[in-house]
């Protein structure tokens, strides 16, 4: 079955240092994946997305991301983390064959002043 | 502003009630998700329609049901509440089943007592 892991459930970085946030998928085929973000009190809002093609993609609000079929990862990155990034971050893969978008436990980012 | 429109944004209710949770997908959405988020659980799909019609089933208890209707606007309703039923409930839409980019509303936080 399709599955998305987030091994960190919560991740400290100083503010103005870069962030990488680990996603890993379990899927047959090539996966569409996603990462959105989640700040208090809000809904989900969607970052980036990989279809095919680059496997390093450009996001909203500075944030990329990079597949890597052969480790079956999709990781988060910024170079430069500001305060306003705290917030909830969500990786999601979707499934064709189901038509649902399954996604991990989130990773709690905060930011150090 | 991601052009859907969940309401009420709380609902406070008593274990055994009945509630309706309501969703405005974007305009030109044909497609819409309902998905529970508890601390627990974390981000659950819960069911999808498309056009009207169901199209995906995911954790859905047998004491909630749901639908789209002919404006394309979707009800989740939920029975027998339980206090575990306590969560985030939000809906999302897409314009068509072939990606998972979802567009998500902020949610309908419920509250049973």
């Known amino acids: 079955a399709q599955s998305v892991t987030q091994p960190d459930i919560h991740i400290t970085v100083s503010e103005g240092a870069s962030l990488e946030l680990r996603c890993n998928y379990s899927?047959?085929?090539?996966?569409?994946l996603f990462w959105y973000v989640q700040s208090p009190g809000q809904g989900l809002q969607l970052l980036l997305k990989y279809f095919s093609g680059d496997t390093l993609v450009q996001g909203i609000k500075g944030f990329e991301a990079e597949f890597k079929r052969s480790q079956s990862s999709f990781n988060l990155r910024k170079p430069s983390v500001h305060w306003s990034d705290a917030a909830e971050y969500f990786c999601a893969v979707f499934s064709g064959n189901t038509g649902k978008l399954i996604f991990g436990q989130g990773t709690t980012l905060q930011v150090k002043p | 502003d991601s052009g859907v429109t969940q309401t009420p944004k709380h609902l406070i209710t008593a274990t055994g009630q009945r509630v309706t949770l309501r969703c405005s997908p974007r305009s030109g959405d044909l497609s819409v998700y309902w998905y529970q988020q508890s601390l627990d659980q974390g981000l659950q799909f819960l069911i999808q329609y498309y056009n009207g019609e169901e199209r995906a089933k995911g954790n859905i208890l047998e004491r909630f049901s749901a639908q789209q209707f002919p404006d394309l606007h979707s009800e989740l309703n939920l029975s027998s509440l339980e206090l575990g039923d306590s969560a985030l409930y939000f809906c999302?839409?897409?314009?068509?089943?072939?990606?998972?980019?979802?567009?998500f509303g902020e949610g309908s936080r419920l509250t049973v007592l």
């Open positions: 999302a839409s897409s314009v068509d089943l072939s990606t998972g980019e979802l567009f």
């Open positions: 899927y047959g085929a090539t996966p569409y």
